[in-house]
């Protein structure tokens, strides 16, 4: 794949109508629907500000959680519940929905009023956008009301364009699907990265083609069956593989190690034994751990013990790596030239189970190597130890940053000008 895109910086957006596709799907309060973290909306303010001050007139558009688009839908879902489906129930589910305030929190950001669109290409939006100046914002609804959006119509792809002149999409947390809203409009306006795209682009584009080597990946995290396409690619790119988190145990349970009571996925010890055997013919050097804290029940409080690997008693899990391989694994990135991160060590929502995550954190802090780190759950666990602004780059899109590590076509990128 390519991943040297033309920016908004290549092309001119003076006085233009740009449609812009962020991610505000931001995480929201499940009784008031308040936002409880506006990070995704300040992330986007940079290729906002820039487009605004260049005097573009910016139509931005987003996804916010997964709307019934259709009152059948809806009245599918309420029926999976064994609940009854009404119209007036239905309006209210959208209501929670709604990008109203993510309009208004992005205008306290912004410092200027957001225009917003009761609705995503009807009447409303188009005469909002036909009276759109240079400098001013438009926000359109949550586009996932409009049942072609995840379909990828082009009927809804060429409305939306139509309102435009230009398309911008800093979504990286949408481009691995192939929405109406994240490739579809591109059939029909000249389409061009914001800042965020851009930067993961290059960080993680950069790291998986032409990485400045060794090329160190750290993988954890639950199971190996989430993360087969990303070993698989990781193996013809990385150096060396350190495997740690959940998955460990498959691997250790695949070398006939004992597990005890640890996550085992015993459809996938194959595939694990096959994929030690490919490391070591491409000459990738393969770490697996060599001790774990075991613990006597799944619970932030549970009683624990350091064991070796493949040692672990009846009746214990394996919750985090232990002292001995985290001296390993840190040693290993010390060297590094790029280290990619994706998964958790340990269990590291329970602070008694985090130890391995922290000091692998904690080492790519020090290290000179470039560190990126891929996936939700290994952002969220980087920001919770307090490390994130050590990172080169934290990605923003986690199952986008997931099939990027895997080495798949996203058509959110694929979809842009090439430079
Ligand atoms: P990411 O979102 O970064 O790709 P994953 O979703 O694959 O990461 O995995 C994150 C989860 O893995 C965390 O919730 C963590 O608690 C869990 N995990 C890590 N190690 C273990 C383990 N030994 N046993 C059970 N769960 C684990
Ligand atoms: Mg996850």
New binding site residues.
Partial sequence: MNYNKKTVRDVDVAGKKVLLRCDFNVPQDKDTGAITSDKRIVAALPTIQYLLDQGAAVIACSHLGKPAATFESYAKKQAEKGKEATEEGWKKSLQKLSLAPVAQRLSELLGKPVIMAADVVGPDAQAKAAALQPGQILLLENTRFEKGETKNDPALARAMASMAELYVSDAFGAVHRAHASTAGVAEYLPAVSGFLIQKELEVLGGAISNPKRPLVAIL????VS??IGVINNLLEIADSIII???M??TFAAAQGGKVGE??LEADWMDYSREMIEKAAAKGVKLLLPVDTVCADA?APDAKSQVVKAGEIPDGW????IGPETVKLYCSAVADAGTVIW????????FPAFAKGTEAVAEALSKTDAITII??????A?VEQLGYADKMTHISTG?GAS?EFLEGKELPGVACLLDK
């Fill in positions: 954890g995290g639950s199971k989430s993360k740690g988190g959940g460990a145990y640890s996550l799944f899990q394996g919750l985090d994706n998964g958790p060590m340990g269990v590291f929502e891929g996936g939700g759950d290994s952002a666990a986690g997931l």
